[in-house]
């Protein structure tokens, strides 16, 4: 059976998602932040990282969330949250899947520390804003007339997206981009995501 380590207020959230969405049934070991909100020294048992997601399947031991999703959907989902293999439509996939923490990550999140410390040195601020302006505007249009980045269907990048866009809008930055909004509350609407997080807690703490 698969095990999950799933980190509260984190990305392994995702992929719990993803399992509720194929009905598979695994194993959740639970960890919990510390007073300084990092992850506890106890994942360094299970990866050398010593983050989440970690998916454990036998002999095998997986990190980071994108791998994890292919490997499920390849493995246990019949591909059903991915496009064909060898389509045009995989590869753009593919992309988007590799997107969100790549480009997308770097300006949203360094923009929410910047507002939880105080702000941003200015040389900074001035790097991050048209960039989080441009990884917004760029989502908003691969969205389209959606409802998902993929069409009418649900996708793995849709599952990756939803974490780096929970931060944005905890970060205020999803006031000027409504349809980046709209769609963060379409993939909240998921019953899986909403018994993802009834499982594994919600995605962000509660604004104080």
């Known amino acids: 059976m698969l095990t999950l380590h799933h980190l509260n207020y984190s990305r392994s959230i995702r992929v719990i998602w993803l399992l509720e969405e194929l009905g598979i049934e695994y194993?959740?070991?639970?960890?919990?932040?510390?007073?300084?909100?990092?992850?506890?020294?106890?994942?360094?048992?299970?990866?050398?990282?010593?983050?989440?997601?970690?998916?454990?399947?036998?002999?095998?031991?997986?990190?980071?969330?994108?791998?994890?999703?292919?490997?499920?959907?390849?493995?246990?989902?019949?591909?059903?949250?991915?496009?064909?293999?060898?389509?045009?439509a995989a590869a753009v996939h593919d992309e988007w899947l590799q997107y969100v923490e790549s480009s997308a990550s770097l300006p949203i999140m360094m923009t929410s520390l910047g507002k939880r410390m105080g702000g941003l040195p200015d040389g900074l601020a001035k790097f991050t804003g048209p960039e989080v302006t441009k990884t917004l505007d760029y989502i908003g249009a691969g969205v389209g007339d959606g409802p998902y980045l993929m069409g009418e269907q649900l996708m793995l990048a849709d599952i990756q997206m939803c974490y780096i866009l929970a931060i944005a809008e905890s970060a205020g930055l999803l006031k000027e981009h409504p349809d980046v909004a709209a769609y963060l509350d379409r993939l909240r609407a998921r019953p899986a995501f909403i018994a993802a997080t009834e499982i594994g807690g919600p995605l962000m703490p509660a604004r104080r």
């Open 27 to 88: 194993d959740l070991v639970k960890y919990e932040r510390d007073e300084n909100f990092r992850a506890p020294s106890a994942l360094k048992a299970i990866h050398p990282l010593g983050k989440a997601p970690v998916l454990v399947d036998d002999a095998l031991t997986l990190a980071e969330s994108a791998p994890i999703l292919s490997y499920i959907d390849e493995r246990y989902g019949d591909r059903r949250f991915s496009p064909p293999v060898d389509s045009d």
